[in-house]
């Protein structure tokens, strides 16, 4: 067991990492779709499609070796190119809400497509998901480039966003986001991915360790209300390994609001800096994520809304909380709370951030 585990450690040092290109369909505008499948010697594959940017699936090695994919999606284009609830996909160019899409900037209001009640969601109707990017790929990794115009959705500003998933030998995919803007607009960039790593109906069982203190309560229509709350004796409080399943049906008005969780943590340690942001593991597969990130919070999110009616992958049905996600990001509804960190990206200054999901096994 220690010598094959040694073998495939020093395996993976040596082999170097792979990037292969396929087509994968085309848009109903016609436009061609292709998709990037990364590989490393350790046992890690990621498909990444230039529709959305999206990560179409993500295979690593369980307790035993054997490869499964971790991700919820489908099989095929078609199925993204359907109503679905970003999975995998980059969500732009604001990931999560803006109170009644709108907010103003240097003065100016601005009012923004709104595509949840009254709100805005993860960039409007036809967001940075919705977008045929192009793509590059390197020996371990694929740049993808999207440039939305001044105006799309409602936003100030042309914005040329430029996302890079690179594989490496410790078994990690690492997201590097980076945007410019012609003019100062707002952006919150993060990866939509719905985590399944056992394979199980739902994610009650896995484990969740977040490192925040504090999060964002919401009101009833999922917006933080400004306060930042204490975790200390509520069902948010994941400061230690927890099961998902234990309190997520707690009365707690907060839980009622997000029909679970579905809130934003305030990440511990200063942003700007990568650092540990959550841990995902689970008994049944062992299989462990570790989630670091650059960026001020992350949204845990248990797949809530999710009710049947999706059928993915191999047919399967994604029934409520089939699926976790861990979105890492600025607070939602930024814009228009000037205490949260800023989401404002100031004319030609860079906006980057990095997030790294690393698998292993325990
Ligand atoms: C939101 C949820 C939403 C889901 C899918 C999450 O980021 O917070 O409320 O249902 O994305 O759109």
Redesign the pocket.
Known sequence: MFRSALLLFVLALVLPAAVKKDPFGRTPAGEAVDIYTLTNAAGLEARIMTYGATVVSLKAPDKGGQKADVLLGFDSLDGYLKEH??MGAI?GRY???IAKGQFSLNGKSYRLAVN?GPNA??GGLRGFDKRVWTAEAKADSVVLKYSSAAGEEGYPGKLDVTVTYTITPANELRIDYRAVADQDTVANLTN?AYFNLSGEPTILNHLVKLEADRFTPVDTD?IPTGEIRSVAGTPFDFRKETPVGTRINASDEQITF?KGY?HNWVLNGPPGTLRKAAEVYSPRSGRLLTVSTTEPGV?F?TG??LDGSLKGKGGKKYSQRAAL?L?TQHY?NSPNQPTFPTTVVKKGVPMTSTTVWQFSTR
């Open positions: 609830p970003y969500v990931g999560n809400r949840n969601l993860h939509h999922l997000g579905d949204q999110y809530n809304f996600c979105e939602p």
